[in-house]
């Protein structure tokens, strides 16, 4: 949870996103409703203890929404949230931003092991 002390705009975003996997975490629920072994193959440096509690993390922030299904065996899935959707615009600018910084460093562009959302295309510039 955030502390109550941080009360400037840019703070507060750093806190929620803070964590070397959380926004990969967020781009790849983007994309879609995903179970934790799932984030774990499109994700394979993250250990499982930091997955989960990144993804603790974002659920008490109201970021994440955590499923529960009540079957043998247990599913549980992991989507975003109305306000998680809210990070959309500053997910694909880091997207964006990534790209570029490849091409003027000339270093080869790493594309995520998923595809841009259908709905977030941007018109070329």
């Known amino acids: 949870m955030l502390p109550p002390d941080h009360q400037c705009p840019v703070e507060r975003t750093i ?9 990969l975490i967020l781009f790849y629920l983007l994309q879609a409703t995903r179970r934790f072994s799932d ?6 440096a993250v250990t499982r203890r930091m997955l989960t509690q990144h993804l603790r993390e974002l659920e008490a922030d109201g970021i994440v929404h955590r499923e529960v299904y009540r079957q043998v065996p247990p599913r549980v899935e992991y989507s975003l949230t109305d306000l998680g959707r809210t990070l959309e615009p500053i997910l694909l600018l880091m997207l964006d931003w990534g790209e570029q910084h490849a091409r003027h460093t000339g270093a080869a562009p790493l594309r995520p092991r998923t ?8 018109p070329p510039q």
């Open 15 to 23: 806190h929620i996103l803070d964590g070397k996997w959380k926004p």
């Open 39 to 44: 984030l774990q193959r499109l994700i394979p």
């Open 115 to 122: 595809a841009r959302p259908p709905e977030a295309e941007l």
